[in-house]
T-cell receptor
Framework: TQLLEQSPQFLSIQEGENLTVYCNSS?????LQWYRQEPGEGPVLLVT?????EVKKLKRLTFQFGDARKDSSLHITAAQPGDTGLYLCAGAANQKVTFGTGTKLQVIP | KAGVTQTPRYLIKTRGQQVTLSCSPI?????VSWYQQTPGQGLQFLFEYFSETQRNKGNFPGRFSGRQFSNSRSEMNVSTLELGDSALYLCASSFRDSTDTQYFGPGTRLTVL
């Protein structure tokens, strides 16, 4: 069974602070996706990374895929209240997707 | 293009009853996956359907079943409901399979009393 552990589980920070969320596994994935889910809604895809060592930037969000394709990180610069939500990573391998345990982020104005 | 729709949005049932949830994927998407989301277990994969065939199945008991119709719409059924089945049930559609970009619906919140 492929497991994806995310850390931290919960994060409460002030607006303007930076943060990093980690997604770790002992398994290798062909691609890894990051989603954000807001209360009462389904997850929405933020980014997909497919190459080991790949870095993708989406405005204030920076995503990195580990060289060995077993882990990933999401860094948010100058967090805003609109970033509040549940962040989920999801690894794809052998035509299956495994979701991470989730990181609940609260950005306080 | 309309997004993934799920009905009903909220449902309250009692133990022992059964329930059917519905999902309409994005037009042109042939893969539909179902997930159960709970605070304790996170997002767990139930099953995936493609062209009316179940392609993958997660580790859930046989009380959980699903089907897909020729128009790609999908239903999932839970029989003999237990308190632990209370969860948000999410449906996601994608073009080829669940490793493609998945587009999620808003979910059905099921409460079992």
């Amino acid at each position: 069974t492929q497991l994806l552990e995310q850390s931290p589980q919960f994060l409460s920070i002030q607006e303007g602070e930076n943060l990093t969320v980690y997604c770790n596994s002992s398994s290798v994935f062909s691609s890894l996706q990051w989603y954000r889910q807001e209360p009462g809604e389904g997850p929405v895809l933020l980014v997909t990374v497919v190459t080991g060592g790949e870095v993708k930037k989406l405005k204030r969000l920076t995503f990195q895929f580990g060289d060995a394709r077993k882990d990933s990180s999401l860094h948010i610069t100058a967090a805003q209240p609109g970033d509040t939500g549940l962040y989920l990573c999801a690894g794809a391998a052998n035509q299956k997707v495994t979701f991470g345990t989730g990181t609940k982020l609260q950005v306080i104005p | 293009k309309a997004g993934v729709t799920q009905t009903p949005r909220y449902l309250i049932k009692t133990r022992g009853q059964q329930v059917t949830l519905s999902c309409s994927p994005i037009s042109g998407h042939r893969s539909v996956s179902w997930y159960q989301q709970t605070p304790g277990q996170g997002l767990q994969f139930l099953f995936e359907y493609f062209s009316e065939t179940q392609r993958n199945k997660g580790n859930f008991p046989g009380r959980f079943s699903g089907r897909q119709f020729s128009n790609s719409r999908s239903e999932m059924n839970v029989s003999t409901l237990e308190l632990g089945d209370s969860a948000l049930y999410l449906c996601a559609s994608s073009f080829r399979d669940s490793t493609d970009t998945q587009y999620f619906g808003p979910g059905t919140r099921l409460t079992v009393l």
